[in-house]
């Protein structure tokens, strides 16, 4: 996925099938991205940090999400800010629709594959 600049559409954005349960599209700049995910009731996003600082937000559906030694059940609407190099965690007992915003950008995810955070059954 290369980091672009200037307009386009998210429809427009391919969508990269993570898991059998997890999809997503990016979009990002030199130094921001933008990612929005499709999770399926029983995806999991195992504890994992990164020295990226991110935020999510809850645009459907519900997220179980351990921040620390913190918890939440977390649903449309709520906003979780996540330092960089802060262990967290997330389950999705339902479908669920949620964007991140990660600075800088997760080369990583512009590699493509599955993070081996999710690289489990």
Not at 89 to 117: K, M, N, Q
Request: aromatic share 10%.
């Amino acid at each position: 996925m290369p980091k672009m600049s200037g307009f386009a559409c998210l429809d427009a954005l391919p969508e990269e099938r993570v898991t059998d349960k997890i999809s997503r599209k990016i979009a990002s700049g030199e130094r921001q991205m933008i990612v929005w995910w499709s999770m399926k009731a029983g995806a999991h996003a195992a504890a994992h940090k990164h020295a990226n600082e991110q935020i999510a937000w809850m645009l459907k559906g519900k997220m179980e999400f351990r921040l620390g030694d913190e918890r939440r059940t977390c649903g449309p609407g709520d906003v979780v800010v996540i330092p960089p190099g802060i262990e967290h965690e997330a389950f999705f007992p339902e479908d669920t629709e949620v964007i991140d915003v990660f600075s800088p950008p997760r080369e990583d995810f512009l590699a493509g594959g599955t993070p081996a955070y999710m690289n489990f059954k």
